[in-house]
Each structure stands twice: as C-alpha cells, then as structure tokens.
Nanobody
Framework: QAQLAESGGGLVQAGDSLRLSCAAS????????LAWVRRAPGKEREFVAA????????YYADSVKGRFTISRANANNTGYLQMHSLKPEDTAVYYC??????????????????WGQGTQVTVRT
C-alpha cells in the first residue's frame, strides 16, 4: 500500500525557516506529481505548492510565492517544501500528497490520489 510520511514540522518564530520532507514508500513516486496542502485550525484545506513528476513545472499559491520552494528527489522517493520568512498565518498541519496527473492546476484543485498523515507547523509572533 502506497504511503507518504511527512517530517520536519515544528514550532518556530516568525521570520524563521523550516524544511518539510515527504518520504514515499510502495508508491510510483517518480511518475506522480507531488503537492503540499495545509489546513489551519478552523479553516478549509488550502493548496500550497505542486511540482510535476520530472520537476519541470512548479505551481504555488499566491500566499507562499517567493517564500516557499517545492522540490523533489525521485532517486530517493522524497519530496521537500523549503519554507522561509514564516508568518503566523502559515501555522497549519501540512500534508504531502501525490497525484497521477501532471496538470498542476488540477492538482491544486484537488486531484489527489495519495495523502500523508500531516506534520504540524506552528509559527509564533
């Protein structure tokens, strides 16, 4: 059964950086697009970023553009989300997700096949 496992979350101060990792197992990782999605307390799930299977295309939510960078290492079945200049409004549970479509707009719209369990990111003022 395909699994995604996030790590790297934690408690940081505003302005700090954090890198999340997503390890895939029993998963056709290098043929799937990778995405990060977050859910803040009391809010709807929010798309953050997506990257195509070949890393040729990336797509970001406006709220994180210029601060977050999504990347992947297919040889290691691992994806990453590098976050800089963190803000309190970035506080959320961050989920790694994968999609069999490489159309990143569709991925952003919810075309997700597999989900991880999530990792908490808390940003203090």
């Amino acid at each position: 059964q395909a699994q995604l496992a996030e790590s790297g979350g934690g408690l940081v101060q505003a302005g700090d950086s954090l890198r999340l990792s997503c390890a895939a197992s029993a998963h056709p990782f290098n043929t799937y697009a990778l995405a990060w999605v977050r859910r803040a307390p009391g809010k709807e799930r929010e798309f953050v970023a997506a990257i195509s299977w070949s890393s040729g295309s990336v797509y970001y939510a406006d709220s994180v553009k210029g601060r977050f960078t999504i990347s992947r290492a297919n040889a290691n079945n691992t994806g990453y989300l590098q976050m800089h200049s963190l803000k309190p409004e970035d506080t959320a549970v961050y989920y790694c997700a994968t999609s069999s479509t490489n159309r990143l707009l569709d991925v952003a719209g919810g075309a997700i096949r597999y989900w991880g369990q999530g990792t908490q990111v808390t940003v203090r003022t």
